[in-house]
């Protein structure tokens, strides 16, 4: 178990601890303590990545793994920000199923010895959904209310919409990029 995979199981395990923040929502700036935990799991998305490219730690596990962990964490994130009213549930629906759709392609490659790594268009648009998620979470309580408040969900709102866009566009490239693992060679 290296850095990177340590990282990576560190975000998973920072995921109940984000859930937990939010149940609190009658404390004061309990969305602040959601968005910091959410940004540091969300930077352990780039530090392992970083760390496992530089000293060439890139493991299967990682390759698995970094990618579910993401998803896990911006899909949880996203599930509570509906109960914020601050994402619409199709939009979650639609980022979901698009998860479980690379989930099970990289299930059926997995199945004929093919480890399949995130493409670049896939981890934009996680950067992305990430990206939504903190400004939808800053603007999550009503704590405080101004220019930057209304500056951060006008910006949630452009990246909910832009995460929506590149989450359809990653899934037909990845599907096309990747059809061959769909070819039954038995048939």
């Avoid at 496992?52 to 730690?57: C, E, Q, S, V, W």
Wanted: a neutral charge.
């Amino acid at each position: 178990m290296n850095l990177p995979n340590k990282l990576t199981l560190f975000r998973v395990f920072m995921i109940p601890v984000f859930v937990f923040t939010l149940l609190f929502e009658d404390i004061p700036y309990f969305n602040f303590f959601a968005l910091a935990i959410f940004a540091l799991a969300s930077f352990t998305d780039f530090l392992d990545g970083h760390i496992a490219r530089k000293y060439n730690l890139v493991t299967t596990f990682g390759k698995f793994m970094d990618p579910l962990a993401d998803k896990i964490l911006v899909c949880t994130a996203l599930i509570m920000l509906i109960e914020f009213d601050k994402i619409p549930a199709v939009i979650v629906a639609i980022i979901m199923a698009r998860d479980f759709i690379i989930s099970g392609f990289r299930l059926i490659a997995s199945d004929k010895g093919i480890v399949i790594a995130a493409g670049m268009l896939g981890k934009i648009k996680t950067v992305v959904q990430m990206v939504m998620c903190m400004l939808l979470l800053f603007t999550a309580g009503d704590t405080f209310d101004g220019i930057i408040f209304d500056i951060a969900n006008v910006l949630g709102q452009i990246a909910m919409w832009l995460a929506l866009i590149l989450t359809v566009l990653s899934l037909v490239v990845y599907i096309w990029d990747n059809r061959e693992v769909l070819k039954d060679k038995n048939a």
